[in-house]
């Protein structure tokens, strides 16, 4: 799952490098035709996460897009991580912890009621 928030992370590394450009220049063009066949592998890729997770989870786990967002400008465009940024991306880490396990333990009851 994670592998695909990745990919769908970078349509905003190609975005930002489409930007460099002037618009509707050749490399534009294609840098934006690039960013359309990123989105089209993630839609694939989501329909899949959706057949595995339940809907909440995937949700709460695409979050972590924004986490891979930030390294990726970091590593690619040597952008600032800063304490807020950090901070910032540890709720969500937080958060998602909180959800699979509240989610585990509700779908153990509902399992065990079940029976």
């Known amino acids: 799952m994670h592998i695909g928030f990745l990919i769908y992370s970078f349509y905003t590394v190609i975005g930002k490098f489409a930007s460099q450009y002037e618009r509707f220049s050749l490399h534009f063009c294609l840098l934006y035709c690039c960013v359309i066949l990123v989105l089209f592998i993630y839609a694939i890729i989501w329909q899949q996460v959706l057949k595995t997770?339940?809907?909440?989870?995937?949700?709460?786990?695409?979050?972590?897009?924004?986490?891979?967002?930030?390294?990726?400008?970091?590593?690619?465009?040597?952008?600032?991580?800063?304490?807020?940024?950090?901070?910032?991306?540890?709720?969500?880490?937080?958060?998602?912890?909180?959800?699979?396990?509240?989610?585990?333990?509700?779908s153990k009851n509902f399992t065990e009621k079940a029976e």
């Open 53 to 106: 997770f339940r809907l909440p989870i995937a949700i709460c786990n695409k979050a972590m897009t924004i986490v891979w967002g930030m390294i990726l400008s970091a590593l690619i465009f040597s952008e600032q991580i800063t304490l807020k940024k950090i901070t910032g991306a540890a709720i969500i880490l937080c958060g998602i912890i909180l959800l699979s396990v509240s989610d585990s333990s509700t």
